[in-house]
């Protein structure tokens, strides 16, 4: 979109706005409505009218904030005003303006007080009760608003391309994406046993029908769904949503036989780490054991040295008496 014919049309109002040598409103409204300048939004684009309008709003800002005269800046601001109240979109797009330009409107604003332009303040006034800036910190007068929305779309996507990075680092979240349920979860094992548990159920009912009434649990072995079937079914619709994932997310898919090796090591680990507290824990016992043995060892060693030591004291107490006597 060539935005440089609208350009030159703010161009050549504020040039005259600023030849007239009135500092006023009323004589930047004379200007606009002798060039009728509001048919400027008849030839707006059919698409990106957003965009459309925010570069004519930065536009106008760089005149507000430009070293130039008081009256360019002052004609800047004017138009600013007059654009956003003669807009024909519905709702209408707000001024798009960062905190370090708004430090340099205060300034026009102070500056025209001083010369005594009392309806300066009177405009900004009435642009902040309808709210009509949207405050943020972005100065897009440095280049076109497109050049700067391009920009802030490059810095998005690479910061979303470093959070997944960081998101997937040093987490098992990469591994479930790669996992495979149905390995994960030895489903075909699964199957084979409760297919087994199924036929035993039919076995000994058959045979049970021979000796006794089994009507009641007949029940029991028609017509159920095998676990190992349900197990399986959620292994498919796991792997069903994986690949929904992969197309909206667009991450590659991991080789099958390195999804295999992650839950081999995986499963290894967790095999040894289960070997590992089992002999720690039969360590412990162990250890326990004997520690407890000791102390009933020596308790027993000390039970005998009281025994043996009341027993001398009662003979030595009898042979006195005995002696007495």
Same mark, same amino acid.
């Given at each position: ?14 040039? &005259? ?101 009392? %309806? ?19 100065? %897009? ?65 058959? &045979? ?51 999804? %295999? ?47 043996? &030591? ?16």
């Amino acid at each position: 979109m060539d935005l440089k014919p609208f350009k030159l049309d703010i161009d050549e109002l504020i040039n &005259e706005f600023d030849k007239g040598g009135s500092p006023t409103f009323a004589e930047m409204k004379r200007v606009w409505v002798s060039k009728k300048f509001s048919y400027i939004f008849e030839a707006s684009p059919s698409k990106d009218q957003a965009c459309f309008i925010q570069s004519l709003y930065a536009y106008c800002i760089g005149y507000m904030v430009s070293t130039n005269s008081l009256l360019s800046r002052l004609g800047g601001l004017y138009c600013l005003y007059c654009l956003y109240e003669t807009q024909p979109f519905k709702p209408p797009f707000k001024i798009y303006i960062s905190l370090g330009e708004l430090k340099n409107l205060r300034n026009v604003v102070a500056e025209a007080k001083a010369k005594d332009v009392k %309806v300066v303040p009177a405009v900004v006034k009435r642009m902040l009760d309808r709210n009509m800036f949207l405050f943020g910190f972005v100065d %897009v007068n440095e280049s076109s608003a497109a050049e700067r929305l391009d920009e802030l779309s490059e810095v998005q996507n690479a910061s979303i391309q470093i959070a997944c990075k960081k998101l997937f680092a040093n987490s098992r979240i990469e591994h479930f994406t790669h996992m495979d349920m149905g390995l994960e979860l030895e489903v075909d094992l699964l199957k084979q046993k409760s297919a087994d548990y199924a036929r035993a159920k039919d076995l000994a009912i058959k &045979e049970a029908s021979d000796i006794v009434d089994v009507e009641s649990i007949k029940h029991i072995a028609e017509n159920q769904t095998l676990i190992g079937d349900m197990v399986g079914k959620t292994a498919d619709d796991w792997k069903a949503q994986k690949e929904l994932f992969y197309q909206k997310t667009g991450i590659l898919h991991q080789p099958v036989k390195d999804s %295999v090796d992650v839950v081999g090591k995986e499963h290894d680990k967790s095999q040894q780490k289960v070997a590992e507290e089992h002999d720690k824990s039969q360590q412990e016992v162990a250890e326990e054991h004997d520690k407890s043995q000791q102390e009933v060892a020596e308790e027993q060693d000390d039970n005998d040295d009281f025994s043996k &030591e009341l027993e001398e004291v009662l003979l030595s107490a009898q042979n006195e008496s005995d002696f007495e006597e």
